[in-house]
């Protein structure tokens, strides 16, 4: 579907209202970027490539989270749009990659909402088993409808305490670890550095250790670049963007860094409750054991309604951002013009609505076979990945647009540091985690295997290809692009 210049009637149309405030957007990008992955998922880094492998790779996936949020911040505050990098990559770029990059972004966080509120009901069941889980999951549908239809703010403001319940946690965590490392508590003596050295430790399995991390840590970072879709409904965005890229970047880091470090300590690489990587498996979580370490004996159900609250809050913040991409999507004539109607409270309904009739089909395929399911799940694995290439190369395109056009960078309100390193350095480790992720796959030739773990990456290229050979689109002369 071609560009379209004509918009909706004004009289049929409202506006997006500018209604999120900083600390929205602060706790929007932790709370989307804070989830079960970390919660449950992490400690499996450390088994595959040891306390020191899991630490350098965390360490290097926040070092390229932070050179792309501050090209997006760059972008977000000089011209704050709901489309954010689809919007850059559609103008500074080509229109192909913004088409390509919007039904990705879109497809991806579709999927992720089904993925989250089945994982929901599963984790109710922890407290009450004989209910069946799909019941849970339905009402979580009803839930996060309800809270986006109301407003922006009221989203904002749900993702604000979700994801306050998630820090609050990691830092207690955190604390106390550190307290049971030092001898303080836990009823034994100081453990110390010792699992540092315990048998291969630090690094263990290789470049093909790491390399599996990537995945891991990649997945744990994404959801920070949900901030430039904020961007276009907050407040102050030349004062807001720049503040909550860079306090949730340190905060996240921070986080993240001392959570792997504290598990590395009481955990040795080799103790099989690190392997955990399923909801049901609260009790294994290292989170859980450090927690119950320490005396607290209902540490399985604090967790689970941790890990709760962080499904509830990508569930939500899925919705937000798929409902405000596909609106893009139709502005930018690549959907329905329909799906660009906004009501009086500010909100896409139409691209709610559809968003929502697509995320509970995807729901419906778990009951016709779990194949099905299955490999829609993996259709978007490697979609956040995607969208950070993109904001890598419309980053880019724009610095160097902006000087060829003649303007200095002292009109920008907010700049990226270390151009053109940053969006070329992660640009370059985004695809090495991209062709990193199953190594072993191409080894051993197996079709399956490959199939499964790169289906996002043909899918994007099929609908590159097909608009930019439809309607024949081509790089934007640097003189030519479109800055505002």
Known sequence: MQATSDPLPATTSGEMHRS????HLTMIALGGS???GFLIASGSA???AGPGGA?????????????LMTSLGEMATFRPTTGSFVQYSTDYVDPALGFAMGWNYWFNWTITITV????CGVVLNFWLPHVPSWVFTLGVFILITVINWLSVRSYGEMEYWLSLIKIVTIGLFIVIGLAIIIGIMGGHSAVGLHNFTYKQAPFVGGFPGLFAVFLVAGMSFQGTEMVGITAGESADPGHAVPKAIQSTFWRILIFYLLSIFVMACLLPYTDKNLLSQNVQDVAMSPFTI???RAGLAAAASVMNAVIFTALLSAANSGLYASTRMLYTQAKEGYAW???GYVNKRGIPIYAMVGTLAVSLLV????????AAYSYLIAASGLSGFIAWLGIAVAHYRFRRAFLKQGHQLSELKYRALLFPFGPLFAFGLCLIAVAGQNVDAFIHWNWESILITYMSVPLFLILFIYYKVKYKTHLIPLDQVKLR
């Open 116 to 119: 989250d509120a089945v994982s």
């Open 20 to 23: 999120l405030k900083t600390r």
């Open 290 to 292: 450090v927690f119950r």
């Open 46 to 48: 450390i088994a595959t």
């Open 34 to 36: 804070i989830g079960t």
């Open 363 to 370: 729901f419906l395929t778990q009951f016709l076979g779990p």
């Open 55 to 67: 630490l350098l790779v965390y360490a290097l996936m926040g070092v390229m989270v932070y050179f």
């Open 337 to 339: 013009r329909i799906f």
